[in-house]
């Protein structure tokens, strides 16, 4: 079952522009997580926030999560061709059984 | 730095012949996943084992089933392959918990014509 859905589906930007991406869940979460797959491989973690946290940071990338919004945005500043790549949002559902579950992704495509 | 290993980067098949996609970690680490991923539909879990000899049903088990004998190997059994079983397999591994960052092998994708 997916709960993560991502927005948009595909952001095109030239490089140097700051990248902006959302993803919405429906149930609460204990914390949600930020993933890149480069064409054909498999994925990279990103970040991860806890639903106590608002916002965090790691190098170029900030994101944010609203807990009362059920929704996160991810933020790539100074975007590089490099970041070209798919994005997904992860999130961990409360509860003591659960797995992560990933929504269907972000195609992101960095113009030199 | 962790390492997934999967056995084949590209795998044709055809219908009917039973298949073996392997997955092996060199991190201890107890959690082990296999996914599939398809266009349109992202991520969706197959398997998922969190011990030797355990394992557990993701959301999509039908047609498949899983092996793990040993903590750093994790199979992925197709029993009978099917062309809707064409696809792109990613197996993935964690620390502690299933709920926490996952490392993700390079994926293998399989064609059963």
């Known amino acids: 079952s997916q709960q993560g859905e991502e927005d948009p589906q595909a952001l095109s930007i030239q490089e140097g522009e700051n990248a902006t991406m959302n993803c919405s869940y429906k149930?609460?979460?204990?914390?949600l997580q930020w993933y890149r797959q480069n064409s054909g491989r498999g994925l990279v973690h990103l970040i991860l926030?806890?639903?106590?946290?608002r916002e965090k940071h790691s190098g170029r990338l900030r994101v944010t999560l609203d807990t009362s919004k059920k929704s996160s945005s991810l933020l790539i500043t100074a975007s590089r061709a490099a970041d070209t790549a798919s994005y997904f949002c992860?999130?961990?559902?409360?509860?003591?059984?659960?797995?992560?579950?990933f929504g269907k992704g972000i195609t992101l495509s960095v113009r030199p | 730095d962790v390492k997934v290993t999967q056995s084949s980067r590209y795998l044709v098949k055809r219908t009917g012949e039973k298949v073996f996609l392997e997955c092996v970690q060199d991190?201890?680490?107890?959690?082990m996943f296999w996914y599939r991923q398809d266009p349109g539909l992202g991520l969706r879990l197959i398997y998922f084992?969190?011990?030797?000899?355990?394992?557990e049903k993701g959301d999509i088990p039908e047609g498949y089933s899983v092996s793990r004998e040993k903590k750093e190997r994790f199979s992925l059994i197709l029993e009978s392959a099917s062309t809707n079983q064409t696809s792109m397999y990613l197996c993935?591994?964690?620390?502690?918990?299933?709920?926490?960052?996952?490392?993700f092998g390079p994926g293998t994708r399989l064609t059963v014509t």
């Open positions: 992860a999130t961990d559902p409360s509860g003591a059984n659960s797995k992560l579950t």
């Open positions: 149930t609460s979460i204990n914390n």
């Open positions: 926030i806890r639903s106590n946290e």
């Open positions: 991190m201890d680490h107890e959690n």
């Open positions: 084992s969190y011990d030797v000899k355990m394992k």
């Open positions: 993935a591994t964690v620390a502690g918990g299933p709920r926490y960052e996952q490392y």
